[in-house]
């Protein structure tokens, strides 16, 4: 999540990007709220705040997923310990499915004491252990979530990820993407050798967006964060008309 000096800025910076490296670097991260984000555990309560009011914003202007409803289903992509399922999505959906590719981390929402009362209520749904790049969603989903975990993959895998989970939204449903936004001043991306990801501009989304024929319905940046860390976007994404 922080701006860290051992990041070069690159025009190709996805080109860096080391899927193996980036497993082993996640399976060294104790399996923690502090760990899943960067030692800056504080900011969990402002961000689940924020995204819990962007989709309250979205359902006020929404026919078929108003706030007066549970959504049916939600996936949380990139899901590590279940941060944001049982902070969030539990509270706005009657069933969660998880992809997260490092089992030690799923082992805490399909084990943990924590998640025991979702999973006895059958709240838990499938729980993926493979990297988005892989994965092939098979359910229908009023909402697609992906914070924190899309610069794991390649432009190219991005794209081809994107056009797979837009077929499998339900009417009116979204793909949210959370991510922190590239600072450098001529606006590449930038790659990060610690944990092999790359940190895009918000040109570089909206041209990604719009290869996978995906429209920007809603966006905003993230309030609240210490100024250390990189500027956060989330956006709401649905299929071309």
């Given at each position: 999540m922080a701006d860290d000096i051992s990041e070069q800025p690159g025009p190709s910076a996805?080109?860096?990007?080391?899927?193996?490296?980036?497993?082993?670097?996640?399976n060294g991260v104790t399996p923690t709220v502090n760990g899943m984000l960067g030692g800056y555990p504080h900011v969990s309560r402002i961000d689940l705040q924020g995204s819990k009011t962007f989709?309250?914003?979205?359902r006020l202007k929404s026919s078929t997923h108003p706030k007066?409803?549970?959504l049916s289903r939600v996936v949380d992509c990139g899901a590590g310990i279940g941060r944001i399922t049982a902070g969030f999505l539990s509270k706005v959906a009657d069933v969660v499915d998880i992809v997260e590719p490092v089992k030690k981390f799923t082992d805490v929402i399909t084990e943990g004491n924590d998640f025991r009362g979702l999973r006895e209520e059958g709240?838990?749904?499938?729980?993926?252990?493979?990297?988005?790049?892989?994965w092939e969603p098979v359910n229908a989903y009023d909402l697609i979530w992906?914070?924190?975990?899309l610069g794991q993959l390649t432009d190219a895998q991005l794209v081809r990820y994107l056009l797979r989970?837009?077929?499998?939204?339900?009417?009116?449903?979204?793909?949210v993407v959370k991510e922190n936004m590239s600072t450098d001043p001529a606006g590449n991306d930038i790659f990060d050798e610690e944990d092999n990801s790359v940190t895009r501009h918000d040109r570089s989304f909206m041209r990604l967006f719009n290869q996978a024929r995906l429209q920007v319905v809603a966006t905003e940046l993230q309030k609240g964060f210490p100024k250390v860390l990189y500027p956060v976007r989330i956006y709401a994404l649905q299929p071309e008309s």
């Open positions: 996805d080109a860096s990007i080391d899927h193996a490296a980036a497993i082993k670097y996640w989709l309250a914003k979205l007066t409803m549970p709240r838990i749904g499938k729980v993926y252990n493979q990297g988005l790049e892989d992906n914070q924190w975990c989970s837009k077929t499998t939204l339900t009417k009116g449903g979204w793909i």
